[in-house]
């Protein structure tokens, strides 16, 4: 199973988003993308690599409203739910 991370970095505009098989136990994908794209990057490895399991990390007040724009555009854009977990640190347990 793969997992989409993110830690954001708030003041950065580069944020790299990582691929992670579970059972492979290391990161099969990763991915620069700017801040203003985020949400549609996710997105769209999400439905290439058909995962539905995605972890941010960093400021939880930041974190959070990015996880909700995932959501709603991955809804509109693919018509699946994708499950998001936001939290200060990521955890790949």
């Known amino acids: ?3 989409i991370f993110c830690d954001i970095q708030m003041f950065s505009n580069n944020q790299l988003i990582h691929v992670y098989d579970t059972e492979k136990n290391q990161i099969v994908f990763a991915q620069k993308t700017d801040i203003e794209n985020l ?3 996710i ?3 999400a439905n290439r ?3 539905t399991e995605v972890r941010l990390g960093g ?3 930041y974190a959070i409203p990015v996880a909700e ?3 709603t555009a991955y809804a509109l854009s693919y018509n699946n739910n994708i499950n ?3 939290m200060p640190i990521y ?3």
Do not use: F, G, K, W
């Open 91 to 93: 955890h790949l347990d």
């Open 59 to 61: 400021q939880t007040a």
């Open 39 to 41: 949400s549609d990057s």
């Open 69 to 71: 724009e995932i959501r």
């Open 43 to 45: 997105c769209a490895i």
């Open 1 to 3: 199973m793969c997992i």
């Open 49 to 51: 690599y058909s995962i």
């Open 84 to 86: 998001i977990t936001s």
